[in-house]
Nanobody, 117 residues
Framework: QLQASGAGLVQPGGSLRLSCAAS????????VGWYRQAPGKQRELVAQ???????NYADSVKGRVTISRDNAKNTVYLQMNSLKPEDTAVYSC?????????????WGQGTQVTVSS
């Protein structure tokens, strides 16, 4: 399974790095996406990265967010800079994982990001 971490409270303009790590039972992860959901809003895709490292971003975070991965650690990161109050949301990751016998889609539990002064 995927496990998201890195929750925090930061001031506007601050930075935060989220991690999406595969549990020990996972051999490999494929494409992974980071999503967020703010109160009263629909969940939206923030960024996604392929197994080869190609990334794309939502327009709202372009230039401020970088998604990356460490395949040796089966971990995907979301580096967020110049954070704004509107970035406040629960962030979760989703990806295709291989447990040695099958591929399946896994959701990591949400991690809260709050941007406030």
């Amino acid at each position: 399974q995927l496990q998201a971490s890195g929750a925090g409270l930061v001031q506007p303009g601050g930075s935060l790095r989220l991690s999406c790590a595969a549990s020990g039972s996972i051999f490999k992860i494929n494409a992974v996406g980071w999503y967020r959901q703010a109160p009263g809003k629909q969940r939206e895709l923030v960024a996604q990265i392929t197994s080869g490292g190609s990334a794309n971003y939502a327009d709202s975070v372009k230039g401020r967010v970088t998604i990356s991965r460490d395949n040796a650690k089966n971990t995907v990161y979301l580096q967020m800079n110049s954070l704004k109050p509107e970035d406040t949301a629960v962030y979760s990751c989703n990806g295709a994982v291989f447990d040695g016998s099958r591929w399946y889609v896994s959701w990591g539990q949400g991690t809260q990001v709050t941007v406030s002064s």
